[in-house]
């Protein structure tokens, strides 16, 4: 029995008249007939009662209708969904993230905006370490990861820019150069270094002061680093948007003397991406100017 034995039946059913129900269907009368018959053969039950003026539903009729229907039902949600589906309205992407990323504001927009568009498209989004995202997303675990800038990518990666920051740097309160308006590269040669996942900052600042900067932790985690200076433990070269985000007791901001050394996010995804709502959400994420 095939689905159009379906629709066959559910019009005779709801005619309650041949001839009607087979031009509603834009079939012969007579195929109609055979076609019911079919069903009634392989069901090895009378659905219909036939007089020569009416047609009529048996009991057995009128539960198969009510299956019948409620078949075409799921049979019509399924290819709508599939439909939907392949227009990227529906689907899960999976978003990986560091943690500057958010603190920055670039995740939670581009979330906000993708959801106002496709609101049925689900967005599961976890902070992965930042070392790890390339890899989750070239093996499909993750489909767009939020990265800072530069990193080693893939060859099946892409990335685009998504905001543009500055490198600035992080101290105790208690520090000596903690009144400072700017602080010079070289007046960092004798401090200890907590460095975070990107450690473009502190080696810039240690190539311009001409030293090598001595590194007694490397939590990752902005948070983290941002404590661990708190304490006392050292100094951080952290994103400049840490400075209104994340603010602790005992640290203070300062730029950095001299040229900005600047820091980039970005989205990295896949070259051949196939899922439509990913595909969705990556021409987002390319129609982006940096900010």
Request: glycine content about 8%; charged content about 25%.
């Amino acid at each position: 029995m095939e689905l159009r034995h379906f629709r066959y039946f559910v019009a005779v059913a709801e005619e309650l008249h041949f001839a009607r129900a087979a031009e509603r269907l834009g079939i012969a009368p007579s195929t109609l007939t055979v076609q019911i018959q079919e069903i009634e053969r392989a069901l090895q039950a009378r659905l219909l009662q036939r007089t020569k003026r009416s047609v009529g539903l048996t009991a057995a009729g009128e539960l198969f209708l009510e299956q019948a229907r409620a078949s075409l039902l799921r049979f019509d949600q399924a290819v709508g969904v599939g439909r939907r589906a392949g227009r990227g309205e529906l689907g899960r992407i999976v978003i990986g993230y560091v943690g500057s990323a958010a603190l920055a504001g670039i995740l939670q927009r581009q979330m906000r905006r993708f959801r106002t568009e496709w609101p049925d498209v689900q967005l599961q989004a976890n902070e992965q370490p930042m070392g790890r995202l390339p890899g989750l997303v070239a093996e499909g675990h993750v489909d767009i990861g939020f990265v800072r800038l530069p990193m080693a990518l893939p060859d099946e990666l892409r990335v685009h820019v998504l905001q543009r920051n500055r490198f600035c740097i992080a101290l105790p309160a208690s520090h000596r150069l903690a009144g400072a308006a700017a602080v010079d590269a070289q007046a960092l040669e004798d401090d200890d270094f907590v460095v975070p996942e990107q450690d473009l900052g502190t080696r810039e600042v240690g190539r311009r002061g001409r030293f090598e900067p001595r590194i007694v932790s490397a939590p990752g985690n902005l948070l983290t680093v941002l404590t661990e200076v708190s304490l006392r433990k050292g100094v951080a070269v952290v994103p400049d948007v840490v400075a209104t985000t994340l603010v602790l007791p005992d640290v203070v901001y300062k730029p950095l003397a001299g040229e900005p050394v600047t820091s980039e996010l970005a989205a990295i995804f896949r070259r051949s991406e196939g899922a439509p709502a990913v595909k969705n959400l990556i021409r987002q994420l390319v129609a982006a100017l940096p900010e």
